[in-house]
């Protein structure tokens, strides 16, 4: 195929910067030029085959995954998943980590396995999401005594721990103490109590 000449290849540009760059129609682009709906698309046509317009698709999906490969090298981390995302509400946002968090543990819990859990809006979401197709002999411990500061559903550390639980047939553990407490002594001595050393415990095995 002949390359078009210098005159040629200013009006295929011409006419790609007003499709591609302008979003005009190509009958909007026929009728400003004063030409053909059907040159238009030909001029198209032409744009891409001298590589004047170059179609470049890009899954977010491999960025993420590239991305979650260099943090899991930089950061020693054996597991990192990086969740794409348009949103611009903090709440989508936190359902779609949710649902990628959800379908990791899905996938990857076992029987026997000892999993803690956190409190906080993004892992309220994660629990409410819970709908594993098949149950789990587990263990679910929470990391985090109740909060007494705050009165949020997401919060309420036993609540939690008992219902991601219950939705995978599992067994849970509470931890009867809030999250904060005045001071040292009364920190060791909690560790100490019978109702709560059984849990901190199962932190080694999770």
């Known amino acids: 195929m ?11 540009v011409e006419v790609a910067n007003l499709y591609y760059k302008e979003n005009l129609s190509q009958r909007e682009i026929a009728d400003k030029l004063g030409v053909s709906r059907s040159l238009i698309a030909l ?26 490969l260099e943090l899991r090298a930089r950061a020693s981390i054996e597991a990192v998943i990086v969740v794409p995302h348009g949103h611009m509400s903090a709440e989508l946002t936190r359902r779609a980590i949710a649902a990628a968090a959800v379908d990791y543990l899905e996938s990857h819990l076992q029987d026997g396995d000892v999993f803690g859990l956190g409190w906080g809006r993004t892992t309220t979401r994660i ?16 990391l985090l005594g109740e909060s007494i500061y705050t009165t949020g559903a997401y919060t309420q550390m036993n609540q939690l721990v008992m219902q991601t639980a219950q939705n995978f047939g599992g067994k849970a553990h509470f931890l009867l103490a809030p999250v ?8 060791d001595l909690l560790l100490k109590d019978p ?12």
């Open 127 to 142: 629990v409410e999401l819970l709908a594993p197709t098949q149950p789990r002999d587990i263990v679910v411990v929470p």
């Open 43 to 68: 001029y198209l046509q032409k744009a891409r085959q001298q590589q004047i317009v170059r179609i470049e698709i890009v899954n977010p999906q491999d960025s993420a995954a590239n991305l979650a």
């Open 195 to 206: 109702a709560i050393q059984p849990v901190v415990e199962k932190w080694e095995e999770l």
């Open 180 to 187: 904060m407490v005045g001071s040292n002594t009364l920190h």
């Open 2 to 12: 002949a390359r078009p000449d210098s005159e040629q290849i200013a009006t295929l």
